[in-house]
């Protein structure tokens, strides 16, 4: 599994360079902030300023809440959550013109399995709000339906495609953001895109505060 990742690392770090952009691959843990802090601040003194962050972090152990243990909850959620809020802190919102954050249809509609990548999700739609508002910058959270990745279909994949939730091409989800980030405008910082996704029903918020906001939603 390693070896397929390295290899896929070094074809995209391929293709970007073979468009005659430069391009630079650093490894790291992004819940140290130790870490993310010191390469932010090498990127910000090589550069000169930060425009842009495309917050992709995440990972996924789906399993019951009876079967999860507090070890596995705080591990998936805090790889996306405490590294979205560490980037936030150590980016200058003057410089930065978007700040994307990787979500995920989980923290609208649920998913068997994944309270904990749901909530997170749901932090990262909450934050992308809260600093669109505070930013001169947009900054938007992504509501990715399921990626069609090469090989066999995960189990979760399988599951959302029964519900009716079309894969998304790699080619075809590149160019939607793609398209967002040029067209799209701010205030609107939180945007769905999936197939398939509108006869989902979305659970009901029982918390105060008054009506959960709508995302912009694009289909595939």
Known sequence: RRL?????IRENL????????????HSLD???EQALSQLVSRLRDKYGKIDGVVHAAGVIEDKL???KTPESFD???????????????LLDPQSV???VLFASIASRYGNRGQADYAAAN????????ELDRRWPGRVLAVAWGPWAERGMVSHLEKHLVARGIALIPPHVGAKMLVDELSAGQKGESEVIIAGGAEHLVRP??????GARHEPKSVGT
Request: no cysteine.
């Open 30 to 32: 992004v819940r140290d």
């Open 97 to 99: 013109r978007v700040f």
């Open 75 to 89: 591990r998936v959620f805090n790889t996306k959550v405490d590294s979205a809020f560490a980037l936030a802190q």
């Open 14 to 25: 391929q293709a970007i360079r073979a468009t005659g952009a430069k391009v630079e691959y």
């Open 204 to 209: 009901k918020s029982s918390g105060e505060g």
């Open 65 to 67: 809440l009876r079967d």
């Open 4 to 8: 397929m990742v390295d290899r896929e």
């Open 122 to 129: 749901e932090v990262l739609s909450k934050l992308a709000a």
